[in-house]
């Protein structure tokens, strides 16, 4: 059963940073691209960033580029999103998602709630 758990959602006052961990199980981790996505109330689930399988390669949206940074770490199956310089505008359910092809998006997570307050 595979599995994609997100964590690390909070409550941070703009300017702050947090760090969104993906945690996957039940394939073998470093054969998917690991992507995030987020959804903010009443608006269409967008795009921020993926990692590619051996993370030597990232791409981001426009509206976080600079400010978020995608990694992983294949010895712990983990992928991980840091986001810095937040805004108001970064408030959202944030999903992470495993692709084994980019784009793919085979397994996605739960969510995980990060409102950012001005």
């Known amino acids: 059963q595979v599995q994609v758990v997100e964590s690390g959602g909070g409550l941070v006052q703009a300017g702050g940073s947090l760090r969104l961990s993906c945690l996957m199980s039940g394939r073998t981790f470093s054969n998917y691209v690991m992507s995030w996505f987020r959804q903010a109330p009443g608006k269409e689930r967008e795009f921020v960033g993926r990692?590619?399988?051996?993370?030597?390669?990232?791409y981001y949206a426009d509206s976080v580029k600079g400010r978020f940074t995608i990694s992983r770490d294949n010895a712990k199956n983990t992928a991980y999103l840091q986001m810095d310089s937040l805004k108001p505008e970064d408030t959202a359910v944030y999903y992470c998602?495993?692709?084994?092809?980019?784009?793919?998006?085979?397994?996605w997570g739960q969510g995980t709630q990060v409102t950012v307050s001005s």
């Open positions: 998602t495993a692709g084994i092809v980019p784009g793919s998006n085979d397994y």
């Open positions: 990692i590619t399988r051996t993370g030597s390669n990232m």
